[in-house]
C-alpha cells in the first residue's frame, strides 16, 4: 500500500485548513510492433543480472558455513554467469579472468573440510581475483554496457492523463507484461516525464527492473527491498561545461545526496546509489526514491537557464553551494519544482500565494517566499509530529515539510493505520480506535514459525517497528505494501536473542474487510511484492539453521550475519583503532576499505549489513552481527535497549554471541549514556 497523496490534503483540511486532493492520474497501454532483436539484447541481460544476484545469494548463503562443496557451487556459479557476460558483451578477456578467479579459489580448497584462511579471502574478500569481488565487477560492469548502437525501439505506449494534463511514455518490454504490470512499472517515471521529456531518452522495463536511459546517464531500479537485492542507481555525465549546466549537475548531485543516496563524483561522473549495503528500504520505498531521482533529474535540467538569475550576484564557489543547497531542500521536501504549493500557504495560515509559481518568470523571487515561510514550515512539521504522537505513530523527522515529505511521513502512516484497524476517521479527523491491541493479538492469534520460514523472515525484522514485549517477547511489526491498495500488516514475535519465533499476518486493503494470513500465503505474498529475498537453494545444516533461530541471551538484538565463537573485547568505532587489533569494530556498514581492519578484528557489528558486510566478515572469519533498530549520528551510535534509547559509547567492553544474536554490555554504566546528553565526539568512522 503506497500513500496516493489524497488522504493527506483531506486531513490536513481538517486539522489545519489544507488544499483538495489531487487527481488521479488515468493510464490506458498499448502495443506497438514487435522489435525481437532489440528486446532480446535487454532480455539476455536482464537474465545476466539475474544470475549475478543468484550467485550473490549462494555466496550469503554459503558464508554462513563454508566449506569445500559451497566453493566449488560458487565456483560454478561465476564460470556460468561470466559466460553469459562474455557473450553479450563481447568480452573474452572477462571470461578467462573468472576462469583464473576459479581455478586459484579451487586449488585453496582442501576437500571435504572446512575452507582455510586463504581460500576464505578468495572465495568472500574485496582485494585480488577473489570471487566475490570479480562477480561484483562484473554486475558494475553488466549495468553499464550500452547496448545496440543506435536509438532503443519501442514496443509499449503507456499514456498517462492528469486532468487537463497528459503524456506519453514509450517503452521497451523485454518480456510482455501484463498492462497491469506495465503501468506499475511506468508510474514512477511519469511526474518526470510530465516535466521533462529528454530527447533520445529510452525505457526499458521486466518484470524486475526498470531502466531509464536519457542523453548523458542512466537510472536504474531493481524491484525489491534492500534486505532482498533491491537497487536505485543513478549515473550522469554533463558534457556541457558551461556554468548553468555545472549548477544544473550540482543541484542534481546535492539533491540525491540529501535524499539518501550514497553519491560520488569523479572525473565529471555522477554515480549514486541506494542499496542493501546502506539501507532498509522495503520495495515500495526504493521505488519511490527511483522516482524522485527521475524527477530530480529533469528538474535539474529544467532549470538549467533559470540558474544563473539565482546565482546572481555570488562571488564564489562557496557562495553558489549555499544557494544551490537551499534548492536541493526545496526540491527533496516538495518532490519537484512545478506550481509553487498552496497547501504551505493555506496550512500554517497565511495569504494564498495568489498564483505563484517556481515555474513563473521570477524565479528568484519565488524561491525567496518560499524560503520566507522556513519558519511557518517548522512550526507546522512541529504540529504534525504532535498529531502523530497522539495518534500513536512516529514522529515527522527532522526534515523539511513539503509536499513529498508529507506523503512520505504523514499521509502514508495515517493511511496504514487506517487500514490496518489501528485508526479511523470521525468527522473526517483520524482517532484511535480503542481497545487497539497487537501485542496481545499477537500472544492470542499468533503462531509459531518453521525454522525455514523464520529464517526468511529474519531479515525484514531489522527494518520493522518495535511496538512492545508480550510473553518475554519483544514484539515487532511493519506493513510491507504490496501495491497502491493492498499490504500485508505483519507482527513478528522474537525470542531474547532477537530471533523470529513468532508471527501474526493479514492481508489490509483499502475499503476491505482485513484478511488473516498463514504464514505460508505471507510469505508468497511479500515474496512477490519484493520484500524477501529468495529462499535457499538448499536448507542450512543443522547447526547453522538453530543458531539462525535460537534464542538465549538478552539486552541488544541483532542479526547473525556471519557465525563464530562468542568474544568479549573493547568496543570501537574507528577503523584505525580497529587495525591494532584486539577491538569490537562497529560501522554503519563493512567495505573493501575495513578489510584489513577486520582481519585484525575479534567481531563485527554493523547497522546496515547487507551482502558485502556478510561476505567481508566471512573471509576474515570474524563474528558478525546487524543490530537491530541502532542509527548513527554525529555523536555516536543510538541503540534501543528495554524499550529506551540510549547511546552507545567508544571504549565500552561488549559481549558479542553471534549464536543467539545479542550484544551484551558487560559494563552497562560505561557502555550506554543516555540519548539526551550526546557529549560524544564525531566518530571517525563516519566521515569516510
Given at each position: ?250 543541484l542534481l548531485s546535492r539533491a540525491l545526496l540529501d535524499a539518501g543516496f550514497a553519491v560520488s563524483v569523479e572525473n565529471g561522473d555522477l554515480l549514486a546509489v541506494i542499496d542493501g549495503t546502506r539501507s532498509r528500504l522495503g520495495a515500495g520505498e526504493l521505488e519511490e526514491r527511483f522516482a524522485f531521482a527521475a524527477r530530480a533529474l529533469a528538474e535539474s535540467r529544467a532549470l538549467g537557464p533559470r540558474l544563473g538569475a539565482w546565482l546572481r550576484g555570488t562571488t564564489t564557489k562557496e557562495e553558489n553551494a549555499v544557494r544551490l543547497d537551499a534548492l536541493s531542500r526545496i526540491l527533496v521536501a516538495e518532490g519537484g519544482f512545478g506550481a509553487f504549493p498552496e497547501w504551505a500557504d ?343
Open positions: 500500500m503506497r500513500p496516493r497523496g489524497a488522504l493527506v490534503g483531506a486531513l490536513l483540511l481538517v486539522l489545519f485548513a489544507a488544499p483538495l486532493p489531487r487527481a488521479q492520474p488515468v493510464w490506458e497501454v498499448r502495443r506497438g510492433p514487435a522489435v525481437p532483436e532489440a528486446a532480446r539484447w535487454f532480455a539476455e541481460r536482464d537474465r545476466l543480472l539475474d544470475s549475478l544476484d543468484a550467485l550473490f545469494w549462494e555466496l550469503r548463503d554459503g558464508s554462513l558455513a563454508p566449506d569445500a562443496v559451497r566453493a566449488r557451487g560458487a565456483a560454478d556459479a561465476l564460470l556460468s554467469a561470466a559466460r553469459e557476460y562474455s557473450k553479450l558483451a563481447g568480452d573474452d578477456e572477462a571470461l578467462k579472468a573468472a576462469d583464473a578467479s576459479a581455478k586459484r579459489l579451487l586449488s585453496l580448497v582442501e576437500s571435504p573440510g572446512r575452507l582455510n584462511a586463504e581460500a576464505r579471502a578468495a572465495l568472500y574478500g574485496l582485494k585480488g581475483s577473489s570471487v566475490h569481488r570479480f562477480a561484483r565487477l562484473m554486475l558494475q560492469r553488466a549495468l553499464e554496457l550500452p547496448g545496440p548502437k543506435g536509438a532503443v525501439p519501442a514496443n509499449l505506449l503507456a499514456t498517462v492523463r492528469l486532468g487537463s494534463m497528459s503524456v506519453e511514455l514509450p517503452a521497451l518490454d523485454v518480456e510482455g507484461l501484463s498492462p497491469e504490470d506495465a503501468v506499475r512499472a511506468l508510474r514512477p517515471l511519469m511526474p518526470s516525464f510530465l516535466r521533462w521529456k529528454p530527447a533520445g531518452g529510452a525505457v526499458v522495463l521486466s518484470r524486475e527492473r526498470c531502466w531509464l536511459r536519457v542523453p548523458g546517464g542512466e537510472l536504474y531500479l531493481h524491484r525489491a527491498a534492500a534486505a532482498a537485492g533491491g537497487t536505485v542507481r543513478v549515473i550522469f555525465r554533463e558534457e556541457d561545461g558551461s556554468p548553468d549546466a555545472q549548477a544544473s549537475f550540482y493555506t496550512a500554517v495560515g497565511t495569504a494564498p500565494a495568489s498564483g505563484l509559481e517556481f515555474d513563473g518568470p521570477d524565479f528568484p523571487r519565488a524561491v525567496a517566499r518560499y524560503r520566507a515561510r522556513e519558519g511557518d514550515r517548522r512550526s507546522l512539521r512541529e504540529r504534525l509530529g504532535r498529531t502523530l504522537s497522539v495518534l500513536g505513530l512516529p514522529s515527522f523527522p527532522e526534515e523539511p515539510v513539503g509536499r513529498r515529505t508529507l506523503s512520505l511521513h504523514y499521509d502514508g502512516p495515517i493511511e496504514a493505520a487506517l487500514a490496518r484497524g489501528e485508526l479511523r476517521l470521525e468527522n473526517g479527523r483520524p482517532v484511535r480506535v480503542a481497545g487497539y491491541d497487537l501485542l496481545s493479538r499477537l500472544a492470542r492469534e499468533g503462531r509459531p514459525l518453521s525454522a525455514a520460514a523464520a529464517a526468511r523472515l529474519q531479515p525484514l525484522a531489522g527494518g520493522l517497528r518495535f511496538v512492545g514485549r508480550t510473553d518475554g517477547r519483544a514484539v515487532l511489526s511493519g506493513q510491507p505494501g504490496l501495491d497502491e491498495d493492498r499490504a500485508v500488516l505483519v507482527a513478528l514475535g522474537l525470542g531474547a536473542g532477537g530471533r523470529v519465533e513468532r508471527g501474526l499476518f493479514e492481508l489490509v486493503a483499502r475499503g476491505a474487510k482485513r484478511q488473516s494470513l498463514d504464514a505460508e500465503k505471507a510469505l508468497a505474498l511479500l515474496s512477490a511484492a519484493g520484500e524477501l529475498r529468495p529462499a535457499p537453494k538448499s536448507p542450512l545444516p543443522p547447526a547453522e539453521a538453530a543458531a539462525l533461530t535460537s534464542s538465549r541471551g538478552a539486552s541488544l538484538d541483532a542479526t547473525l550475519l556471519h557465525p563464530g565463537p562468542a568474544v568479549e573485547a573493547e568496543l570501537t568505532f574507528s577503523r584505525g583503532r580497529a587495525l591494532e587489533g584486539g577491538r569490537i569494530y562497529a560501522a554503519p556498514y563493512a567495505s573493501g576499505a575495513d578489510e584489513s581492519a577486520l582481519f585484525r578484528a575479534k567481531a563485527l557489528l554493523v547497522t546496515h549489513g547487507g551482502t558485502q558486510s556478510a561476505l567481508l566478515a566471512a573471509a576474515a572469519g570474524l563474528p558478525a552481527l546487524e543490530l537491530h533498530r541502532a542509527e548513527w549520528s554525529g555523536a555516536g551510535l543510538s541503540v534501543e535497549v528495554g524499550g529506551r534509547t540510549v547511546l552507545l559509547r567508544e571504549g565500552a567492553r561488549v559481549r558479542v554471541d553471534p549464536a543467539a544474536g545479542v550484544v551484551l554490555f558487560v559494563e552497562p554504566a560505561a557502555a550506554l549514556v543516555p540519548e539526551k546528553l550526546k557529549t560524544l565526539p564525531r566518530i571517525e568512522s563516519l566521515a569516510r
